[in-house]
Nanobody
């Protein structure tokens, strides 16, 4: 069982990146997913989630209107499309999964530790700089 995030890299301010979170060993449709980020020297921040079943979505104010979360159950992948990137978006981004929708919602909104979720990935680094 594994979650693997990828798609990070160096991008100029105003640019875009799409992060992918590939699930192995379990079915995407049975889980809700979220994204965290943690910048150097700062606390981790839960930034988005998508809930299994009804696909309800939430974004933190810091990314609302610029980031879009989606899922492709056929590819067992969750995406985070990031547009209009700012230097303040520079961070390590990682995904988490949980079978309990309520637990995931609360955990993301409260920026809880990744170990509070069923599964988590290693993260992918996003650097926004000119």
């Amino acid at each position: 069982v594994q979650l693997q995030a990828s798609g990070g890299g160096l991008v100029q301010p105003g640019g875009s990146l799409r992060l992918s979170c590939v699930a192995s060993g379990f079915s995407l449709s049975d889980y809700s997913f979220g994204w965290f980020r943690q910048a150097a020297g700062k606390q981790r921040e839960g930034i988005s989630y998508i809930v299994k079943g009804d696909d309800s979505i939430w974004y933190a104010d810091s990314v609302k209107g610029r980031f879009t979360i989606s899922r492709d159950n056929g590819k067992n992948t969750v995406y985070l499309q990031m547009d209009s990137l700012k230097p303040g978006d520079t961070a390590l981004y990682y995904c988490v999964a949980d079978s309990d929708p309520k637990g995931l919602r609360v955990g993301i909104r409260q920026s809880r530790d990744k170990h509070d979720f069923d599964y988590w990935g290693q993260g992918t680094l996003v650097t926004v700089s000119s």
